[in-house]
């Protein structure tokens, strides 16, 4: 059986961009194409060096993992250990799928033009074969992909989020919410969405039990039984539309700060607005707040919850 370098070359250039393209549309990466040639390239010449055996070494199972690291890192600039090894790790998945699906497609069609020589796949099957053995691999890793983002997606929107308000701080669970457009009208303020019963660990019980009063503006009765009067300054009257009621009034106030945990980050505000809500946002106490895409740097997509908007 002849075999030539090129060839090799070739489909192991093209198969690598496949890979490398299917790795970084799955995981939402601004790509540059001549980034994934460069990568792809890079690993066609390494499996002709292997296929050759001129340097045994580069055989060895610790080359392949930092050829591995180096065609990531220059197909997709990443930045950081921690966005190399995520990207790394669906690196390695993708091509465990799609090297099952072409050398699956590849047995069937023509079995007997199949070998591997010092750990590469050769023969004189049509490279069109183990490009579409590529393509087949891409699709179902991107199905699967959707499956499971779907199933974990309510998971994975659920944040910590930490309220302080004069000195004194509450932990609670909020949900993302694409419908939460809710924003305090003077200052443009984003709005985190808070059920009562939260805030009372660090807000007056005199203050939260008179909501309707403080918005309808009939304060008279209990105004002054408030002992803490730097509350008073930070209340807000929001406007909001929901399902079920229009142009309606929320009481607000203005948090020192509101931290939200994401992942091993902690993002910081100190512009935040936490609207009051009577009633309860989660049958099953799951959450206890709605949290809109404007505090968030990623973007997410999901039915609203309550469809708050301002």
């Known amino acids: 059986m002849t075999i030539y370098l090129d060839v090799v070359l070739l489909e192991n250039l093209c198969m690598n961009y496949i890979i490398l393209f299917a790795t970084g549309y799955i995981m939402k990466i601004k790509m540059k194409q001549w980034r994934l040639v460069i990568s792809g390239l890079l690993g066609g010449v390494y499996a002709v060096v292997s296929y050759l055996n001129i340097l045994p070494i580069y055989s060895r199972l610790e080359m392949k993992i930092l050829l591995s690291v180096i065609m990531v890192y220059l197909a997709y600039h990443s930045k950081g250990i921690k966005q190399l090894g995520k990207q790394l790790v669906i690196f390695y998945l993708i091509s465990f799928a799609f090297g099952g699906c072409a050398f699956a497609l590849l047995y069937f069609i023509r079995p007997q033009d199949v070998l591997i020589q010092n750990g590469v796949y050769v023969g004189t099957y049509p490279i069109k074969i183990a490009l579409l053995g590529g393509v087949v691999g891409f699709i179902i890793t991107y199905i699967a992909f959707r499956v499971v983002k779907t ?21 609670l669970k909020a949900i993302l919410d694409t419908g939460n457009l809710l924003k305090e009208p003077i200052t443009g303020m984003p709005v985190i969405v808070v059920e009562k019963q939260e805030l009372y660990s660090i807000l007056p019980a005199n203050l939260l039990n008179h909501i309707d009063e403080l918005i309808g503006g009939d304060q008279n009765n209990f105004i002054e039984e408030i002992e803490e009067k730097e509350y008073l300054k930070k209340l807000r009257i929001i406007p909001f539309s929901s399902i079920g009621k229009q142009n309606g009034l929320m009481l607000g106030l203005k948090a020192d700060e509101v931290i939200i945990q994401k992942e091993e980050e902690q993002e910081k505000n100190q512009n935040v607005i936490i609207g009051i809500f009577s009633e309860q946002l989660s049958k099953n106490h799951s959450y206890s707040a709605l949290i809109g895409l404007e505090l968030l740097e990623r973007s997410e997509s999901s039915e609203p919850i309550t469809n708050f908007k301002g």
């Open 151 to 171: 199933k974990m997606k309510k998971k994975d929107m659920i944040y910590i989020v930490t309220i302080k308000i004069n000195e004194k701080q509450v932990t």
